[in-house]
T-cell receptor, first 116, second 113 residues
Framework: GENVEQHPSTLSVQEGDSAVIKCTYSDSASNYFPWYKQELGKRPQLIIDIRSNVGEKKDQRIAVTLNKTAKHFSLHITETQPEDSAVYFCAASKEAWGGGYNKLIFGAGTRLAVHP | GAGVSQSPRYKVAKRGQDVALRCDPISGHVSLFWYQQALGQGPEFLTYFQNEAQLDKSGLPSDRFFAERPEGSVSTLKIQRTQQEDSAVYLC???????????FGPGTRLLVL
């Protein structure tokens, strides 16, 4: 089955710096890659996603890149702010057998700390 | 509008007790997922419903875990004869369809003593 590896497990940056989190996946059939942000004790919230028909997507300070050949995708946060501090999870999915749904396979998470 | 809600938010159970965890998805969402999140880990898939039909239960760790969604809306995850290794946060997510965003609930934190 699909396996998603995420690095680094912890990341500490100064406010204003950029942060990059990388994920690799094993199943070449995976075609949907969301990123979730989870603050302590809160629900995971989608911050950006990308489908396999594009290589890059941006939303203000956040961008995601996808390399299908290498089977890896990355989250880029620019001009980091203290409120970006949280755990970030990448996930990969494909249409499940029988169709009509996609279960997410998550990485282990990256704890990002942005210091003022 | 209202997001996904779950209850209870916290549950402490003695080993061997049965527990029931409730999920109220976003109104109109066809797809409903249950995930288990161990401390310091990413969520892991448990089971999937499309309306009232349970189409995938491949992630349920044992036959002590049972889920239902009888009317295609509210779902209940039941764990029988709880064990310490069942301690985790149980997350519910709903979506409007294939590859639509999965919106998560706040989770139920289960502690089995």
């Amino acid at each position: 089955g699909e396996n998603v590896e995420q690095h680094p497990s912890t990341l500490s940056v100064q406010e204003g710096d950029s942060a990059v989190i990388k994920c690799t996946y094993s199943d070449s059939a995976s075609n949907y890659f969301p990123w979730y942000k989870q603050e302590l004790g809160k629900r995971p919230q989608l911050i950006i996603d990308i489908r396999s028909n594009v290589g890059e997507k941006k939303d203000q300070r956040i961008a995601v890149t996808l390399n299908k050949t290498a089977k890896h995708f990355s989250l880029h946060i620019t001009e980091t702010q203290p409120e970006d501090s949280a755990v970030y999870f990448c996930a990969a999915s494909k249409e499940a057998w029988g169709g009509g749904y996609n279960k997410l396979i998550f990485g282990a998470g990256t704890r990002l700390a942005v210091h003022p | 509008g209202a997001g996904v809600s779950q209850s209870p938010r916290y549950k402490v159970a003695k080993r061997g007790q049965d527990v029931a965890l409730r999920c109220d998805p976003i109104s109109g969402h066809v797809s409903l997922f249950w995930y288990q999140q161990a401390l310091g880990q990413g969520p892991e898939f448990l089971t999937y419903f499309q309306n009232e039909a349970q189409l995938d239960k491949s992630g349920l760790p044992s036959d002590r875990f049972f889920a239902e969604r009888p009317e295609g809306s509210v779902s209940t995850l039941k764990i029988q004869r709880t064990q310490q290794e069942d301690s985790a946060v149980y997350l519910c997510a709903s979506s409007g369809g294939f590859q639509e965003t999965q919106y998560f609930g706040p989770g139920t934190r289960l502690l089995v003593l």
